[in-house]
C-alpha cells in the first residue's frame, strides 16, 4: 500500500505541502524538501544523513530489514554464483548484463590499457615504503590522471577500462614494494570464468602480478582467485555509503574520474568504513593475545565511556544480517579448510559471532556482523598484509564509484552543497 502523494503539516499556523518521492519499492518515499526553505525559511537537520536522501540511483539497492542486496535488480546471491567480477562490473555500469559477445569486447578494452607509463614506476619508486597502502593507491590514482591525456584515452568511455586496468597495477606495485619483491609486469592469461565464457580473468592475473615471482611458473591455489572473484562482486556497490557519496559529490562539480575515485578511496579509509576490514584483525588479534576473554571485549563494546567499539558489526542500513557478511564467512570457512590452515582468528570471530547475537545490547541495537568481519580472515590467508585489506576492498568498490560518477554527470544532478546550522559568534568587530 503506497503512501500519498502530499505530506500536509503546519508551522506556527501555517499549512503547508510537499510533494513525496517514491522509489521502485513503495516502502522506499521521501518528503521532497526541495522547495523547503523558499517555502517556509526552514531547513532540515540530519547529522550523518540518518534520514536524508541525496540523489536516485538504479544501480544497486538495500532492504536493511530484510536484509537483501540488489545490483540492477539481482539479489547479490544470484550474482556471487553466476557472474565473474568483470560481468558485475559491466552490469553496474551498463545496466544490463553482457552477452558473450558485449563480455569479450568489454574484457578486450580492459586488457589494452593494462600497462602504466614508466614515469609512474619512477614516482612509485620515491614513494617511502612505510606510507600506508591506502593513501599510495589514492595519491597514484590521482596522478594517473597526468598520463591520461586525449591520445590514451579516445573517448570518455575508455576511462572506465584505464581504471579498471590499472587499479590493479597499482596495487599490486604497493604489495610487491612492501614484501620487497621485484615490480612485475601484468601480463595476460585468458581462461574462462564460470559462465564458461573466455574473459580477461582479471582476478587471476591481479593475483598474478601480486604474488608470482620472476623465473618461476606462477602456480596458486584455485580455491585463492574463486574466492577473490567473491570479495569483489561483493565490495563491488553498496548504494550510498560515505565513500561512493564523495564520488559523487566530486561528480557533481565536474570533477574528473580519476581525481573522484582518488577521494573514494581516502574516505573508505577511515577505519569506521572500508578500514574496519584491517581494524577488525587487529581487534581479534587484541583480544586472542590478551587470552580471548570475550565477554571483557563485549563489556568494553557497550561501555558508553570506552571508545571500544567491536569492529566488524553494526551498519548504518542493515538492521538485520548483512547478505555479503553471510557468504564471507562461508567463503572464509571453505578457503581456511581447502588451504588445510588451522586459523585460530577464524575460530574466535565465530566464537564472537555466536556470543554478541545472543547478547540483549546488540539484539536491541540490531548490530549484526557486517562484510568487514570475516573479509580479513579471507586476505590474511592468501597472505595479504592487514594493511592492504582495505586496498583489496577498494578493487572491488571501482565499478560501483564509477558507475555512481557516471550516473551522477548522467543525470546532471545539481553540486553537492548542503546547508547548515551555524552555531558561532555572532558578527563582531577587531579592535
Ligand atoms: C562498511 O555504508 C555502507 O554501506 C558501508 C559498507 C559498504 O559496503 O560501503 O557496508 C562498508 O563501512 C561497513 C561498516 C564497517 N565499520 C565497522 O564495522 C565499524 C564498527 N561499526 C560502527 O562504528 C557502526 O556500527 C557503523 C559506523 C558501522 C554504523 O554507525 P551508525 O549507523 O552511525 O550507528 P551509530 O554509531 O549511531 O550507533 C548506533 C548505536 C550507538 O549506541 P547509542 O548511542 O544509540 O546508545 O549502536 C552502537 C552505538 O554506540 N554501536 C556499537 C557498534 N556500532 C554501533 N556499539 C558497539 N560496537 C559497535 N560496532
Not at 503506497?2 to 513503495?26: A, E, Q, R
Not at 602456480?219 to 555509503?241: S, T
Not at 557497550?302 to 548504518?316: A, I, T
Not at 554478541?356 to 556482523?369: G, R, S
Request: proline share 5%.
Amino acid at each position: 500500500m503506497c503512501f500519498s502523494n502530499i505530506v500536509n503539516f503546519d508551522i506556527n499556523g501555517c499549512n503547508y505541502k510537499l510533494p513525496v518521492v517514491y522509489g521502485t519499492y513503495c516502502y522506499e518515499k521521501a518528503i521532497n524538501i526541495s522547495q523547503l526553505r523558499e517555502n517556509t525559511g526552514f531547513i532540515t537537520f540530519d547529522p550523518g544523513f540518518k534520514n536524508t536522501g541525496i540523489t536516485k540511483s538504479s544501480i544497486s539497492f538495500i532492504d536493511g530489514e530484510k536484509g537483501e542486496l540488489l545490483y540492477r535488480g539481482y539479489p547479490i546471491e544470484q550474482i556471487i554464483n553466476k557472474c565473474s567480477f568483470i560481468e558485475t562490473s559491466y552490469l553496474l555500469l551498463n545496466g544490463e548484463l553482457p552477452n558473450t559477445g558485449q563480455l569479450k569486447s568489454f574484457s578486450k578494452r580492459i586488457e589494452e590499457f593494462n600497462s602504466i607509463s614508466k614515469e609512474i614506476y619512477k614516482i612509485f619508486d620515491k614513494i617511502p615504503a612505510f606510507y600506508h597502502p591506502m593513501g599510495i593507491l589514492s595519491s597514484l590514482t590521482c596522478i594517473l590522471t597526468a598520463f591520461t591525456d586525449s591520445s590514451t584515452i579516445q573517448e570518455e568511455k575508455d576511462i572506465y577500462f584505464h581504471l579498471l586496468a590499472k587499479l590493479p597495477i597499482l596495487a599490486a606495485l604497493t604489495y610487491r614494494k612492501k614484501v620487497g619483491l621485484p615490480i612485475h609486469y601484468v601480463d595476460v592469461e585468458k581462461t574462462t570464468n564460470n559462465n564458461n565464457n573466455l574473459d580477461y580473468n582479471y582476478t587471476y592475473n591481479l593475483l598474478k602480478m601480486f604474488f608470482s615471482v620472476p623465473k618461476k611458473s606462477y602456480q596458486i591455489n584455485p580455491v585463492i582467485p574463486d574466492a577473490l572473484e567473491k570479495l569483489l562482486i561483493l565490495h563491488a556497490d553498496h548504494e550510498q555509503n560515505c565513500s561512493t557519496t564523495t564520488v559523487r559529490l566530486l561528480s557533481s562539480v565536474h570533477a574528473n574520474l580519476l581525481s573522484s575515485v582518488s577521494a573514494g578511496i581516502s574516505a573508505l579509509w577511515g577505519r569506521l568504513h572500508g578500514g574496519a576490514n584491517q581494524a577488525v584483525i587487529e581487534m581479534l588479534e587484541n583480544i586472542l593475545n590478551s587470552g580471548g576473554n570475550i565477554k571483557k571485549w563485549i563489556e568494553k563494546a557497550k561501555d558508553k565511556k570506552d571508545p571500544f567499539r567491536l569492529m566488524g558489526f553494526g551498519h548504518r542500513i542493515y538492521k538485520n544480517f548483512d547478505p555479503r557478511a553471510k557468504i564471507v564467512k562461508k567463503v572464509a570457512e571453505n578457503v581456511i579448510q581447502k588451504l588445510g590452515i588451522s586459523d585460530p582468528i577464524l575460530e574466535l570471530a565465530k566464537e564472537l559471532e555466536e556470543i554478541v547475537l545472543k547478547e540483549p545490547y546488540f539484539m536491541e541495537k540490531k548490530l549484526y556482523p557486517n562484510i568487514d568481519f570475516y573479509s580479513g580472515i579471507i586476505y590474511q590467508a592468501m597472505g595479504i598484509p592487514k594493511d592492504m585489506f582495505t586496498v583489496m576492498f577498494a578493487l572491488g568498490r571501482l565499478p560501483g564509484w564509477m558507475a555512481h560518477w557516471k550516473e551522477m554527470r548522467l543525470n546532471r544532478e545539481p553540486i553537492g552543497r548542503p546547508r547548515q546550522i551555524y552555531i558561532g559568534y555572532k558578527k563582531r568587530n577587531i579592535h
